[in-house]
């Protein structure tokens, strides 16, 4: 699991160590962290030319002191200060001490020749898109040749929500410090920040503001079925989805739900000869969701319309005291009739994308994690929304980011098949919001192996699920034995 923490919880931190460690130590330690990884991006050091924009604060300071390190080993180092006056004090002395180059005007910073350029300019301390001369020396570096590896944060984006108000410096990787800041992985600041390596200053973090799944923490909770278990212990899924025109959406929840393992899936709906059709596993009606035999968990809504007779299921299925994931087409529904969820003692897991998320009146700006949070809070529900890094809020304020997934997923009746495997984990009990951010890791996970064979259909997602489990548990149920 790996925790996100704000800027303040990281400054709060850093304050803890700053006073117990002698002055610099801790800016030592982030300074070296982020030489060793530049010098592992770069493969070497002596004659490796580099390029950095050094802003008035700490964050430049660390680029200053990185910096004297290269140069130390090597380096060509180059440092524009944008901001003369304010730099850094002793990683400027320390960067002439290694015999760098310090210039201040943009056309001599050497960007159209570096192999790598250091993005100094601001971390966790940025306010705004960056002001006009620090753009026109990030346009430098982008229009140059070098590696582009920000220092803490891309400068340019909010480190707290990942929104980038204006211009920013558009990382191939960037070195953070302490702990992974959220802005690096949500929203727009996650196409700015490239590949993410954490450097580690010993910070003693409490409770993070959001948490990323890993493969474990998804195995953890995915037992495996027991001696005792049968198809009724391990969990049963109900799916009301698509038409008798449009199966589609039926067929593709319903074989995700499957494939997601639980002991049974019942569907039922109006596609039920098509769902019949492609998964004779599936226990079939062409009734209403109370003809269909007892559940643990409801999906509802891909594909399902939104007419009287869809409400009026809509309606029947969040009157039950049963966990249920709305989607789609009962998303529409819901967002007219906002009271159905606001009332319900179990859980509810809403899985819009962004349309069907500002239906609701839900504003949607940059900070897709507070706006999912608010969401949550307002209605009293679960939150999973969906993109290329699906958030996903619980009505108590627990927050994931979801870690996994490829752009090849933004293509129809993906969310069909994630509505399936999140309803599949609600049936075994597991707590909704732990359900959505464990689904949406394996959705991910699945699109990743269905994309290493060329762009992806949904269908495809389904042959990958299992493998996606398996990976995830790390345990295949093999002859070997349970525990091997
Ligand atoms: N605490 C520690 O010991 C450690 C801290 N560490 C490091 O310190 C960083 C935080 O440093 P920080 O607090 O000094 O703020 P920082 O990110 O440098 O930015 C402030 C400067 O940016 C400027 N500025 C603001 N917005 C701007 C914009 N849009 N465009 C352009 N400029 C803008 C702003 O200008 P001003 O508003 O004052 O005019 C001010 O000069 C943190 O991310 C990590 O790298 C590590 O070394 C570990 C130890
Ligand atoms: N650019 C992207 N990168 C990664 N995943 C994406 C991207 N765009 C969409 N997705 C994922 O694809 C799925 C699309 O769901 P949705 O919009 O409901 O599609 P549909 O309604 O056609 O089934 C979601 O899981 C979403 O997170
Ligand atoms: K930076």
Known sequence: MTGLYTADQVRAAEAVVLARTPEGALMQRAATGLATVCLRLAGRAVGLRVTLLVGAGNNGGDALWAGAILARRGAAVTALLLDPDRAHPAGLAALRRAGARVVTAPDAAGSDRADLVLDGITGIGGRGGLRPTAAAAVADAVAGPGLLVAVDVPSGVDADTGAVPGEAFPAQHTVTFGAVKPGLVVGEGRGYAGVVHLVDLGLELGAPSARRFGDPDVAARLPDPGAGDDKYSRG?????????????????????????????????????????????????????????????????????????????????????????????????????????????SAPTVLTPHDREFTRFGWELGGDRVGAARSAARDLGVTVLLKGDATVVAGPDGTTFVNGTGTPWLATAGTGDVLSGVVGALLATGLDATEAAAAGAHLHGRAGQLAAAGGPLIASDLLRHLPTAVHLTTGRGGGLGGSGA
């Open 236 to 344: 049963v899924v109900g799916v009301h989805a698509g038409s008798a025109t449009y199966p589609g959406a039926a067929v593709l929840c319903t074989g995700a739900a499957l494939r997601t393992r639980p002991g049974l899936v019942r569907y039922a709906g109006t596609a039920a000869e098509g769902v019949r059709a492609a998964w004779p596993e599936a226990i079939v009606t062409d009734g209403r969701p109370a003809d269909a035999g007892r559940v643990q968990a409801w999906v509802v809504g891909p594909g399902a319309g939104t007419d009287d007779e869809a409400r009026s299921v809509l309606a029947e299925v969040l009157a039950t005291e049963l966990p249920v994931l709305v989607d789609a087409d009962a998303l529409t529904l819901l967002a007219a009739s906002p009271e159905l969820a606001h009332d319900r």
